[in-house]
């Protein structure tokens, strides 16, 4: 029967390539870069032969350490924390709490399979780690031990690395590994999330011998992270019904609305206006300023309280109950200074200062790549380019048009529509990595990938950023060769050299 309509696109299947497999594309990748080094020739990986080349994440991890210089046969000196240090971070990265469940999770239902589970912090350091003996003292010979730093720039490619690069559980298999010293292993690991900040707050990885290692070890894994995180989750919601008896008298003594919160800004208690679950609070800290502007609420009073704050709208309320100025209007988007902070690959940070107050918070990665996309091209985007530009599919419009809804909750007149850009009136400036491939490193979108290789290369520039000069090597000249452009990062020439 003939099909109509649009076609979903489907990703493609593959076979798991095996160690041996694995072994040759790493040696092979390795060489045949080192050789285009010496030829200095741009050969785009895209052109290797399907099924004979790492996958992205894995290609990406190796082009950064060959750029760093870090040698596939040796590694680099490892940092260790000493004992004193070791603890302390395990008492502030708060999974401590949640050891136990771990041990029960994953140890107990693999049974005989020899594993090691390690938990890392934030910061790639491994604070804890256990499993069978024998194992760990192989483990130790490698330097996988408590204290460590289990980081790309050191240990080259590995499953804790990966997951806290991309903020998402990862397998890391055999000659995936960019130490060859690593090629016995399998790492697979998952990232777990404070709920409170929703920042991630460490790693769980369980690490064994590549031959023995199951496949159904990542899904277990990543579920483990999500049991660790409701462990969290109800620590703070018991935290936060302590705030809440604390407030409750508080604001009944309140003259107008008024709103509680805690540190993190997840509301406790609220009298005479609808709040969020969440309000969005300056990733800096309050300023020594008497009216602070909050998204959703607009101008207020800040006052301190035990494990939180008393917040009150200075501004009159509407008829419905909610407030003036919670959300950008386009007069108080006139002249409006909008930066994008990326130089973090693990945080990025959206700060406005205008006519409606200053303010920042932090991002999540989808917004993230959104924001940038927008102030790369500020002529604008449908829906289905910015679509193609993220996913690669065209048809993924309605995942776009949501993640743009939510944004204009708070950035409200900053963004317009039809097609989705910022307002002419805002100036927007990006602030990018020193090294551009650190740019959004948990992004995969095509268009993100073309703008870290345009922003390496020197054809393409940050708004508001000076010109990034080409990667030159002994015997470059010390200027750039005649007829390099370098685009403006707002003009459709800009656009075109990123993406579709």
Not at 268 to 292: E, M
Not at 313 to 318: K, L, Q
Not at 324 to 331: C, K, L, P, S, Y
Request: aromatic share 4%.
């Amino acid at each position: 029967m003939r099909q109509t309509g649009r076609q979903t696109r489907r990703p493609e299947r593959r076979t798991p390539q095996t160690a041996a497999e694995l072994a040759r594309v790493h040696d092979r990748t390795l060489a045949e870069a080192a050789v285009r080094d010496l030829a200095r020739a741009a050969v785009p990986a895209d052109d290797a032969p399907p099924g004979r080349q790492p996958r992205p994440e894995i290609g990406d991890s190796w082009a950064r350490l060959r750029r760093l210089g870090l040698d596939p046969d040796a590694g680099a000196v490892a940092v260790h924390l000493g004992p004193a240090e070791v603890e302390h971070r395990r008492r502030a990265c708060g999974l401590d709490v949640v050891l136990p469940v771990l041990r029960d999770t994953l140890l107990a239902p693999v049974g005989q399979t020899p594993l090691i589970l390690a938990i890392a912090d934030a910061e790639g350091h491994v604070l804890w780690q256990e499993g069978e003996r024998a194992l760990r003292r192989s483990a130790d010979r490698i330097g996988f031990l408590t204290g460590a730093r289990w980081i790309e720039e050191s240990v080259g490619t590995n499953g804790i690395a990966a997951a806290l690069r991309a903020q998402r559980p990862m397998h890391v298999h055999s000659a995936e590994h960019y130490l060859r010293s690593h090629h016995a292993w399998t790492c697979v690991a998952a990232p777990v999330r404070d709920p409170g900040t929703g920042r991630i707050t460490g790693v769980i990885n369980l690490s064994g011998p590549a031959h023995t290692v199951q496949p159904y070890l990542l899904q277990l894994t990543a579920t483990a992270a999500r049991l660790a995180e409701t462990e969290l989750r109800a620590r703070r919601l018991e935290s936060l019904h302590q705030l809440r008896t604390l407030a409750a008298p508080l604001l009944a003594r309140v003259n107008g609305p008024a709103v509680v919160v805690d540190a993190e800004g997840w509301t406790a208690a609220a009298a005479g206006l609808p709040t969020p679950a969440r309000l969005r609070l300056p990733t800096g800290g309050w300023s020594s300023a008497a009216v602070h502007w909050l998204a959703g609420l607009g101008e207020c009073a800040i006052e301190p309280l035990a494990d939180g704050w008393l917040i009150r709208p200075v501004r009159p309320t509407e008829d419905d109950g909610t407030t003036e100025g919670g959300t950008v209007t386009a007069e108080q988007a006139e002249g409006a200074r909008l930066r994008l902070d990326l130089r973090r690959p693990d945080r990025s940070e959206l700060s406005v200062h205008g006519a409606a107050g200053s303010w920042s918070h932090a991002l999540s990665p989808r917004h993230a790549e959104l924001l940038l996309l927008l102030a790369v091209e500020r002529d604008g985007h449908s829906a289905a380019r910015l679509a193609d530009a993220l996913f690669g599919d065209p048809g993924r419009t309605v995942t776009v048009r949501a993640e743009l809804s939510r944004l204009r909750r708070y950035l409200g007149g900053l963004l317009a529509h039809r097609p989705y850009r910022f307002a002419e009136s805002v100036l927007v400036t990006v602030l990018g990595p020193d090294d551009p491939y650190n740019l959004l490193p948990v992004s995969t979108a095509p268009a993100i990938r073309r703008l870290r290789a345009g922003l390496a290369a020197g054809t393409v520039r940050l708004p508001g950023a000076p010109p990034v000069p080409a990667p030159r090597t002994p015997g470059d000249a010390a200027v750039p060769p005649p007829g390099l452009r370098q685009p403006s990062a707002s003009s459709a020439d800009s656009w075109a050299s990123v993406g579709p």
